[in-house]
């Protein structure tokens, strides 16, 4: 009966009847108290949310697998002790941690958030080593802060031995998925990606001039080999497929075009092989790839398209360029290390930009994807999700071998979006977005990647860009509520009310109990200067979720609104531990204090806050504002001059800067300071009324008068009105009294 | 629409959030005399449905005392004639100075059957000034309608003005583009 019972059980938890699942699982465990029965009861009342009920069903279970799941019950509870020694009893022989890589996954998060940082990293590595494809490991090490040690794991050689490419089928691979990507990616090896060794842009990608743009239409990519011809053939390109390890190298790739094919190994041209038969399914791939490109070519919505179709003529350029060069050297596939012939060389991290969006040249990320250098400039259309239509060209690549290349392209796609997340990590947004534009338009479509966009442009202080993502983001995700809190603040520092009400309304509708939805709503009221319901909003996500970081620094802020300002700190405060690089509660905490005239701190925390994003043009404006408050006057104008190099964009460092020099008598270069600040701010009512206060400095009493009345023109609000007319009014009187007593 | 907007007290006022805010948490609240179940707390329970009811002679008073001088610039009052008929306060004095023997008047309000918030502002008349600077504030109820001996209030809220981010980080005016304010912070 036992057997059976077991049986009916896991048919109910397939077909998710939980109710089911957990009464026979009962009546299992009542008649044989054994540990395979107790885990599988527990799964039954995890499955259905009842973590206390698989607790006490778990408690003294030994079973590696009852013990990973005892524990995950208990870092559901709270109780990460218990937890940890569940994961880790045995731990001294190392032997062990229950279901591996997921086992050290979870005891990474029960340290991060004891606050053990380096054990953490430490077991996500771990994680990593075990399973290369646990994102959420990544992801978390990315948020600890560990660049290197993501890097490095993600570009390890060893990874592309384990998940080799197989040319031919990487063809395949590719079409369908229309991941260029990935798949140079494991040929790479040696490379690794850094930046810095992304070789210009050309070789790969350059395959354009291929003829049709087979199926890779979105990568241009294309390591060099294809160059060879436009089919990608490559892979079967003899020479290096010896050096691979993919099974039945010639058979299965072939189909169709699958251009970007895994780059060192083409090196060579493209296979005669290839040749034939990927000529007519180049041909094939073409169209379609064509086809695609115009659909790209129409959505005009991303600015990007433009660059993108100038991007092609330099492909072509390009291309011709590689046409003439031997396929190796051109392909700076990675694979190069691998083949023999291959002189991969630059797999060049550098194509992405070239890569479907024309984007920078400079992306970082390895990218490269076999792609389909053909179609690539076109089909870059980052924008079009309609790159799925290439699957269909693909051709039937043998199944041999499909698995492997299965993980290996899902190993490119996962360097490529592992790259851009960890760049954002690190707040090196613009080569977050460059990564970022190599995925294949399908993917970039899709809504992680979206937002993820739009967190890149809102860290830039590109509100607007930011915005375009977000907006595109909810038409292709609607329900996707991760991620929106952000597009608040960007629409709260917009003051898009109708825009954020509306934003509002709908997620919440979504969903009542996701803390990002009461975050969307705090920050709406929080515009309309509600902030008491905005602060009530924000703790109802807190109670959703006491781990985000990000509405405790909301609530901060809303207490910094209403110069509540303990209760201020202790809301940053929190937010710091849960995550020590949230740098924008480094910034409440400095605002605070200078709010409090508390320069010194302001100051160090302002500094804390650089050190982890340090392109924040408002935080050395910040900054700077602080260190002119201390009277160090030249370090504060250095630190505006900063801000103003890092972002042209920024108004207010120039302001601050003209204001640090009036205070210095250095008035004439803050008034053509000033003056340019004119032509890029021109309705800005204080631009004026300082320009006017420094023409009274310099006795130009009519200048003044002149500055003040464009001042009171462009409407401030009423109580600056007052102000204006009285610093009017004391035009005639002596500077002293000038400033009126707060 | 969804219930949620509804907790927002007043959505189209954004004028007067961005000018005020309630800082009647800074203070000590008492009165003269209270009911047993209906004492100071009715006053500041945000619940217009429970009251003050006060219990002694006239004048009632209700003293607002503070630790620190504060800037204050209007008070607000919620009656109710329908309600509280002949409780309803008639004439009301407020008084403001830096202790409970210093106090000045600054303004007296004759009420007709109010039914709703009343403001009352305590910046002198004719002034340009925002604010005043006080310890102590003390609403004095010195007659109720159809003379009634004590009086019930529902709710009392007291602000001072609210100093936006421009001039809490010392910039004179507050800004007036998005270009500005964009990048005026980081949130």
Redesign the interface.
Known sequence: MEGFLTECVHESLNAYLHGNAIFLGERLFAANASEENAFLLATCYLRNNQEYRAYHVLKGATAPQSRYLFALCCSKLGKLSEAEHALCYSCKEEAEVPNGAAGHYLLGLICKQSERRSAAVNHFTQALTLDPFLWSAYEELCLLGADEEAATLLHNPDLDLAYPLNPEASCNVETAPSTPAPINTPLDRGEVVTPATTGPPSPRSRRPSAPPPPARGTRTQSSTAEVATPRPSEPRATPSPSTFVTPSPSTSSLPAAPPPNPPGKHGNAPANRGGPGASTSGAAAGTPASGQRRKFDDDGKLRKVSGRIDDEGKLRKVSGRLFAEPPPSVSGLRRSSRLSGGTTSSETPGKPPVNRRGAQPSSPAPQSYRGAVASTPASAAPKAAAASKEPAKDPVSGEAGKATDGAASALQLIRILGDGFRQLCMYKCQDCIATLQQLPPEQYASGWVLCTLGRAYFEM?D?VESERAFDWARRNDPTRLEGLEVFS?VL????KEVQLSFLA?EV??LDRLSPHAWCV?GNC?SL??????AL??FQRALQLDPNFAYAH??CG?EYF???DFEKGLLCFRTAIRIDERH??AW?GLG?IY??QEKYENAEYHFTRALTINAR????H??RG?ALH?LNRNAEALSCLQTAIDTDE?????K?EKASVLMSEDRHEEALSELEALKE??P????VF?LMGKIYKKLDKANQAMVSFSI?LD???????V???K?AIEKLTVPDDSE?EE? | MSPYWNEARDMGDEEKNESRAEIGKLAVWSVTSAKPGNGVEMLRDDNLETYWQSDGGQPHLVNIQFQKKVRLKELEVYADFKQDESYTPNKISIRAGNSFHDLREIKVVDLEEPVGWVTFSLLPENSAKEYIRAYFVQLAVLSNHQNGRDTHIRQIKIYGPRQDLARAMGHPLQFTTTEFSMFSCVR
């Open positions: 202080v509100y603040t709260w520092h917009l003051k309304q919440i509708a709503m009221f309309q200067k509600e902030h008491e319901t009530r909003f620094t909301l802020h609104a209403n110069e740098y924008n910034y605002t200078y709010r924040s043009s408002v935080l404006c910040y504002m408050a964009k920024n108004p207010l460092a302001f890029c701010a309705r800005e009512a204080s009324f001042a462009l409407k401030p609000s009423s109580s600056d007052s102000l204006i009285s400033e707060l």
